[in-house]
């Protein structure tokens, strides 16, 4: 009897979840629930994940085996991703970095030739040693 009620009833996403694992995140359109860490973090995730993808099975005993696989496993790159200490630590802040090393040095070499232009080019003044 119990087989014939556990077959004929229809799973689905309980709200609570989020509470308990607030990386969960239910798509009413598409009808799934999924990893917001690890779809924000591809690097960190299994891509081939229920969690990743997209899951239509509303079990909880999903959502803690993923936490305890994947969230246990990369916590620590997890948690400087998302809240890094130092902003040269991110993909974002190494970025920002490149970018201002490329401007400098552009600012220098812009200022560099606009002197030439004001000034014409110097010549070695050996009383200047």
């Not at 629930?33 to 299994?46: G, S």
């Amino acid at each position: 009897m119990t087989r014939v009620m556990t077959a004929q009833r229809k799973c689905k996403f309980i709200p609570h979840w989020r509470n308990l694992f607030p990386w969960v995140e239910y798509n009413s359109d598409e009808g799934n629930m999924f990893c917001v860490t690890c779809r924000k973090l591809p690097l960190h995730a299994d891509n081939s994940s229920a969690l990743y993808v997209g899951s239509t099975n509303f079990l909880i005993e999903l959502l803690k085996t993923h936490a305890a696989l994947l969230h246990t496993t990369n916590s620590s790159k997890i948690k400087q991703e998302l809240h890094p200490t130092n902003l040269k630590d991110t993909r974002l802040g190494q970025t920002v970095i490149q970018l201002h090393e490329k401007n400098h040095l552009l600012i220098i070499s812009h200022t560099s030739a606009h002197l030439l232009t004001l000034s014409g080019p110097m010549s070695f003044n050996s009383s200047m040693v």
